[in-house]
């Protein structure tokens, strides 16, 4: 069994993550793009952050619609993956959020749940005052995180997926301020074991963290289509800052 210290630094850079969630809806995704750009009016110039971006895919649609934009994510893997889409208006680096951000940008998206990661609440603020610091002064920040009232409210506490012929068996539970989702499954002859830990962070204590940081919110989303949040039945929790 392999076991994990930083659940988000061994769990993101496997194969299986990305086969796990293979099927994760890439039109939503591209269709929030659009949407989001053009509710913030975006300069055709600007020069976009996408932390962590993964293997890139917002980075890459982000680009072809003409913005500059530089992916950073922790996983060596994803990026070497995302490397192969560079151009002279997108780049991809190896890039820790918990550290000090040097460029300065016009707009920093956060997105797919990519936040609430660490044990202590000092970590996940010191993370936006970082993507504060690295705004231009009219920049803005995107936070995409997942509505935790209705992950609770709907909450599937067990599952077994079979994608590409693994068997993922799945645990989800609410513990000690975090959604844990276990994930055990055999694949090329081991037995391997994950766990995912995001913060139960909800519209109150994300406000909170905001405040803490410096950053004023200056509009909050509940979905894609960027309709009004909704604490019960928005399936985001999307909050543009400054
Ligand atoms: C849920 S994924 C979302 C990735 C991407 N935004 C997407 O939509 O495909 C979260 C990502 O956060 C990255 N990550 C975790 N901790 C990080 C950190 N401290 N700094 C930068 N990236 C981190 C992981 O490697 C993983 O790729």
Known sequence: METTENWFTSW???????????????????????NITSYLALAPTSHIADVPCG????????????YTVSGGDLSPNSIAHAKQFEND??????WDMRKTIEHRYDAIFNLFTSFG????????????????????????????????????????SSEVKE?????????????EGFIVKTIAFEAEGKQHAYEERVKFLDLEKMKFYFEQAGLTITKIFGNYALDSFDPTTSDRLIIVAE
């Open 163 to 175: 994608i590409d012929g693994i068997q993922f068996r799945i645990t989800r539970s609410i513990k």
């Open 89 to 94: 208006h997108l780049h991809f680096e190896v």
């Open 117 to 156: 990661y660490f044990e202590d609440d000092t970590d996940d603020i010191r993370v936006l005052e970082n993507f504060k610091n690295g705004l231009k002064s009219n920049g803005v920040l995107v936070v995409d995180f997942l509505n935790v009232v209705k992950v609770k409210n709907e909450l599937v």
């Open 12 to 34: 993101f850079n496997t194969p299986y993550y990305h086969i796990l969630y293979k099927h994760r809806n890439d039109e939503d995704a591209q269709f929030f793009m659009r």
């Open 55 to 66: 293997k890139g895919r917002h980075s890459v649609y982000l680009n072809s619609l003409g």
